[in-house]
């Protein structure tokens, strides 16, 4: 029998303070700057399949209130009092979804009963690998990207398997700093186990177990009344990464939604095939993967503030992952980027949704946050050391009724700044600038948020950089409603000096003493017509150096002279402008609308279909020749076939894997 709905709330707001009490823990104990301030962290209160029920709303990562732990407790064979099970493979269960986050679960019993688990994760700095910090595109495959634990136990009846963790310790750069962590991350699942025996005393096991059960029920009639609200039609946006690996082509994601009642469907059908670089998103194929959610959960949780966060949310969606796509790789291809790819896929959403019901939705965000870490000397102590430095976040996109977020993205503000003078403190580097970024923002009636710049000073040799995330060099976040895209993102060395180089998306480079490092975010995209800016916000804008004086001429039509507007001047520009507008629902930016006048959506259907036909190996070289071959503007679908035809001829193995010469084979 259902539990009634006071008690049902009164056991969800139970569960979030064991979540909440579980997150302070963690963070108030944590060694590493990108846990304890960052907060880079997730934690759960997980029914007895696994399904998150419980999620922390004030600290840590907010990408995970659906995850499902499902997949991956289940090769664990039995679970007793006083085990925790950990892994940080992820393509052990599809749990975790790069080497560095480590996942660990401990299940809570009683009476001999098992009711449910206490779970999380930790970002660790570093897992081992071939770079610092285990992540850079460059990487091709999951081997390079560390060490890796399938599911295991850590701790068997309350007993530390030391073995096990001597191994983790011996192939990390920092062990001590990873110890910390775990520790740290331990004394959380225990008083989330603490937490959980007093709800059972409160409520009783069976009422606990039957009301985590219950709660996700209304978390998923909470979902469908908002899909309800949505018009039922087939929808479909893409987006794009710069590069499919360094310096190379687009990456493209798709999706069609497809809304009928209550219900969707997320085919993302359409995507790249897996990629040799490690921009791969590890799903598994499971139709309610929590990386192609995250930006699902934002969508309904801005549309509706009181949603209770768990797994039930998903349930009324099922995604379609081809397998051997960018979305679905197959091992061992590498996945430690996909944090990349999650943020275009967050935009894939946003833009998706902002075609079925537009009045409701943003612009693009930034879609691109650097993190950036920092592996040296410190001539201080002696010591190597390794660190994550502040993330270099983008803007919001403009929103209906308000300008985006500045330097605080919709899609990575749960990264935390971490003070300067820490630091410092810890990492022998010396800050230059860490602020806003004039004039990034996309212009609108809804101004996108701005972007953040950060400069730092290296002081020994040898300092070995790497900062993950990079993108939006090229492809900009886009405007909506008639707003402008925002600024790209850059990544300078040495700025304005002879020895000036310019990186962008490049993510891992050594410097030396003096060299100076430069990095500017996006900006996120602007949100309605800019000429419908009230001319006084634009005047503040200028005063507050977030718009330039020539920007608001030549974008919003507001002539400022003597630090004041020119209202007849103004009126008179706004009015030669109206009616010149461009057409469209989307503004992507100069860049993107090149590449679609060779690249358009019959030419990507047609490619697609050609991937579809060959074995997963083969399907990113053919994607790349046909990238090369198909040049110029106009040809669509038949250009990409008359270049398939023309490679197939070219090449005696690609000719034996045509479709109908299979068949006549078979």
Not at 154 to 168: A, E, T
Not at 274 to 290: A, E, I, K, M
Not at 492 to 512: K, Q, W, Y
Not at 513 to 520: A, L, M, N
């Amino acid at each position: 029998m259902a539990i009634d709905k006071v008690t049902l709330q009164i056991l969800a707001n139970h569960c979030r303070a064991t979540a909440e009490n579980m997150a302070y823990t963690l963070y108030r104990t944590a060694h590493s700057t990108f846990v304890k301030e960052t907060e880079d962290f997730t934690i759960q209160v997980l029914d007895a399949e696994g399904h998150t029920v419980g999620v922390p709303m004030d600290l840590g990562a907010t990408w995970y209130p659906g995850l499902d732990y499902g997949r991956a407790m289940a090769l664990i064979p039995e679970y007793r009092p006083g085990d925790i099970a950990f892994t940080n493979d992820p393509y052990s269960g599809f749990l975790s979804t790069h080497v560095p986050d480590l996942h660990m679960w401990k299940p809570v019993f009683h009476e001999g009963k098992l009711v449910c688990f206490v779970a999380g994760h930790i970002h660790n700095t570093d897992m081992g690998g071939a770079v610092p910090a285990s992540l850079s595109r460059a990487l091709t495959e999951v081997h390079q990207e560390g060490i890796r634990f399938q599911p295991s136990l850590l701790y068997r009846d309350g007993v530390l398997n030391q073995q096990l963790l001597d191994v983790m310790l011996l192939n990390v750069r920092k062990p001590e700093q990873n110890l910390g962590d775990l520790k740290a991350f331990i004394g959380a699942l225990n008083t989330g186990e603490r937490k959980v025996r007093e709800m059972i005393a409160r409520f009783g096991a069976d009422t606990l177990m039957e009301g985590l059960s219950d709660l996700q029920d209304y978390a998923e009639h909470q979902a469908r009344e908002i899909l309800r609200s949505i018009p039922d039609g087939e929808y479909f946006f893409s987006d794009y990464a710069d590069e499919d690996g360094p310096d190379g082509y687009p990456a493209r994601l798709a999706v069609t939604m497809r809304i009928r009642g209550d219900s969707a469907i997320l085919d993302f059908t359409g995507s790249d095939p897996q990629l040799t670089s490690s921009l791969n998103v590890p799903t598994g194929g499971n139709p309610r993967h929590t990386l192609m959610m995250v930006g699902v959960y934002y969508v309904l949780f801005t549309l509706n503030p009181n949603l209770v966060l768990n797994f039930g949310l998903t349930r009324p969606f099922t995604c379609i992952l081809p397998e051997g796509t960018v979305v679905n790789p197959s091992p061992p291809a590498a996945v430690g980027m996909r944090s990349l790819t999650c943020a275009r896929l967050r935009s894939l959403v946003f833009g998706v949704f902002g075609l079925a019901m537009p009045e409701r939705m943003p612009a693009a965000p930034a879609g691109s946050s650097s993190i950036v870490n920092v592996m040296t000397h410190d001539d201080r102590t002696g010591d190597a050391m390794i660190a994550a430095i502040n993330p270099v976040v983008g803007g919001g996109g403009g929103m209906p009724h308000g300008d985006g977020t500045d330097g605080s993205g919709a899609d990575a503000a749960y990264l935390k700044n971490t003070p300067i003078e820490i630091t410092e403190a810890e990492v022998p580097i010396r800050f230059r600038h860490y602020g806003l970024a004039s004039g990034s923002g996309g212009p609108g009636r809804w101004r996108g948020g701005l972007a953040t710049k950060m400069e730092f000073e290296a002081f020994t040799p040898n300092t070995r950089i790497t900062a993950r995330n990079r993108d939006r060099c090229r492809f900009r976040a886009w405007g909506i409603l008639g707003g402008g895209p925002g600024e790209p993102s850059r990544m300078v060395l040495n700025p304005g000096r002879p020895d000036e180089r310019v990186l962008n998306n490049v993510d891992t480079f050594s410097a030396n003493p003096g060299d100076v490092i430069s990095i500017t975010s996006p900006g996120g995209g602007g949100r309605g017509d800019p000429l419908e800016r009230e001319p006084a916000r634009v005047l503040r804008d200028v005063v507050c150096s977030y718009v330039s004086p020539e920007s608001a001429e030549a974008d919003y039509g507001v002539v400022i002279r003597d630090g004041a507007v020119d209202e007849a001047a103004t009126e008179a520009l706004r009015a030669s402008r109206r009616g010149n507008a461009p057409v469209g629902h989307f503004r992507f930016g100069a860049e993107r609308e090149a590449f679609e006048r060779v690249w358009d959506r019959d030419a990507y259907d047609a490619m697609t279909g050609i991937l579809a036909d060959l074995p997963i190996h083969w399907r990113f070289f053919v994607k790349r020749r046909l990238m090369e071959t198909v040049k110029g503007e106009g040809g669509g679908g038949a250009a990409v076939r008359a270049a398939w035809a023309r490679l197939t001829e070219t090449l005696p193995q690609l000719r034996a894997l045509r479709p109908e010469r299979r068949m006549a084979a078979e």
